[in-house]
């Protein structure tokens, strides 16, 4: 059979079935309409690297980090956009250090709690550090993790409370892959940790590490399942989208993308490092949205329990490198940060935008 009718068939088949496919050697791609985002629309403008979003419980505003200057945007549903603070003690590194994850206390709500809780780059390494927040601006700097050695590249960043309600952190090799596999070492890990930076209950290892032989993690999101999924930056080769069990080992640096090595655990699915360099995830439904650094577009990963059914990219080229992606509380709409006004994306300051999606049913 040629190739173009093998290709027809394969639409015919997938489509009937309610599967999304993608091919990408063939320059072809159908998608059924589930899960699927609709044409971006930007929120606010005038941005400068937004590396991260936590939202609020009532989910009309998220806090919105900004990587380089260290500034702390509120940012309403609405468009509206405050500057609340810089979180201090913050350096860059010249590359992807500096102020990067933020994650809201579940029970905030600007008097009884005020927690709000960042990842940044200090003088010494990164850092995890608790501040209050009121709704107007951020005080009460306090150091809850340290030892997080840090480089110029791979210093992870993220930051996001899970469904038991502990802390989860990811921390990147620090550009020295052995302190992936190394116990001792916080590098190379997803972290879990109680509001105190204490070890959550039911660790692995009785220590924060929950995982460990990570390179780049970045990106941290739940399934409706309480499942972990990770996104991480590969070296060369191939990026890892990981289903996280606690006390797993991921492999880095024995294997980058899939092995046959049984010490390891294998990622659900990979991509070519020109295809993503994948950061910030969010799930809606049984749809996973993962954005391209490298890759300029969204990615749609179909999940099916801990599998994944198919994937297929939008928006490839039409905003440039996609940082954050996040599921707006209560609805089926993501936001998405750009991330050109960086060194790879070459644009001035101010020039990222956030912007939201409506995903389909």
Request: proline share 6%; net charge negative; glycine share 14%.
């Amino acid at each position: 059979m040629r190739i173009g009718a093998i290709t027809a068939a394969l639409a015919v088949c997938c489509l009937s079935a309610g599967v999304a496919y993608a091919d990408r050697d063939l320059g072809i791609e159908a998608v059924t309409d589930m899960g699927v985002p609709g044409e971006p629309t930007q929120v606010a403008g005038g941005l400068t690297v937004p590396w991260a979003i936590g939202w609020l419980p009532a989910g009309e505003s998220a806090l919105v980090t900004q990587r380089n200057d260290f500034h702390v945007w509120l940012i309403g549903r609405d468009g509206s956009k405050t500057d609340v603070g810089v979180v201090p003690e913050s350096e860059g590194t010249g590359g992807e250090g500096g102020l990067m994850g933020v994650a809201v206390s579940p029970g905030w709500d600007g008097s009884a709690d005020t927690g709000v809780y960042f990842m940044h780059t200090s003088s010494e390494g990164n850092r995890i550090a608790r501040m209050s927040f009121d709704g107007t601006s951020l005080t009460d700097y306090q150091v809850i993790v340290s030892g997080i050695a840090k480089a110029r590249y791979h210093n992870g960043g993220r930051l996001a409370f899970g469904p038991d309600g502990y802390l989860y952190a990811t921390a990147g090799d620090a550009q020295n892959p052995d302190s992936a596999q190394d116990q001792n070492s916080l590098n190379g890990k997803i972290l879990r940790f109680t509001v105190d930076g204490e070890p959550a209950p039911g660790n692995p290892f009785g220590t924060l590490v929950y995982s460990m032989g990570h390179r780049n993690p970045q990106g941290l999101a739940w399934d409706s399942a309480g499942n972990l999924w990770s996104a991480e930056l590969g070296e060369g080769t191939y990026d890892e989208l990981n289903l996280i069990e606690p006390g797993a080992n991921y492999g880095w640096p024995e294997c980058e993308g899939i092995c046959d090595d049984p010490r390891y655990t294998n990622p659900k699915t990979t991509w070519t490092t020109a295809e993503a360099s994948p950061s910030g995830i969010a799930i809606v439904g049984n749809t996973a949205f993962v954005g391209a650094l490298r890759g300029t577009r969204l990615w749609r990963i179909e999940l099916s329990g801990t599998e994944v059914v198919e994937k297929a990219s939008h928006f490839t080229n039409q905003f440039g490198r996609m940082r954050a992606v996040s599921t707006v509380p209560g609805t089926n709409e993501i936001w998405i940060s750009t991330s050109n006004a960086d060194v790879p994306g070459g644009q001035p300051a101010g020039s990222d935008q956030l912007l939201r999606s409506t995903v389909s049913d």
